[in-house]
């Protein structure tokens, strides 16, 4: 309700921005109403990018004065080709409102190869959040193959270990066809 946003390129630059000065009182986290409303939500994205590279920054904030439904979050990141080999890195600072408001930094860094009809993948990340007492740790590694322009075929393997609190391994097989 009652937003405004801009999009511009601007040579190797796009710009996005999206702001409310909506003051609708949403609620916390359980519904409850304070009649402070959710003043100056926006959200933007800078992404600069030229031939193999691309850099990018995006930001978001819900303008909420709840401090149980505040929420607002940072990302920077980039991606380098280089012929078939394709390096992404991300790093997101988020704060959630949950009463006493949490911190959570995600690292995530990505390779793909591309070798004819088929990309190899391998990823790790870390998460690190306020009040947890071990990161998680993350990595998958994966194929996929193009059948054609619309189908492809993938398979992975995925393992997310938060030392003593919580491990989960997985492994996925799948179809996608595009229509």
Do not use: C
Not at 38 to 67: C, H, I, P, R
Not at 113 to 128: C, L, P, S
Request: net charge negative; hydrophobic share 30%.
């Amino acid at each position: 309700n009652n937003a405004v946003g801009y999009k511009n390129n601007f040579g190797m630059a796009s710009l996005w921005i999206t702001y409310s000065p909506d003051e609708t009182d949403v609620g916390d986290s359980n519904g409850v109403t304070d009649g402070q409303g959710d003043d100056g939500q926006y959200t933007a994205a800078l992404k600069v990018s030229q031939d193999n590279w691309e850099a990018f920054v995006s930001m978001v904030d819900n303008g909420n004065s709840d401090a149980t439904a505040e929420y607002d979050s940072t990302k920077v990141g980039g991606q380098y080709n280089m012929g078939p080999h394709t390096i992404s890195a991300q790093y997101e600072m988020s704060s959630q409102g949950t009463g006493a408001n949490t911190d959570t930094d995600t690292m995530f860094l990505g390779y793909q190869m591309k070798m004819g009809k088929n990309t190899f993948v391998a990823q790790i990340g870390q998460t690190d959040e306020d009040g947890v007492s071990e990161k998680e740790d993350y990595m998958a590694i994966g194929a996929i193959h193009k059948l054609n322009k619309k189908a492809r075929v993938f398979v992975g393997y995925r393992d997310t270990d938060q030392g003593a609190v919580s491990e989960e391994s997985s492994f996925s097989v799948g179809l996608r066809v595009d229509i």
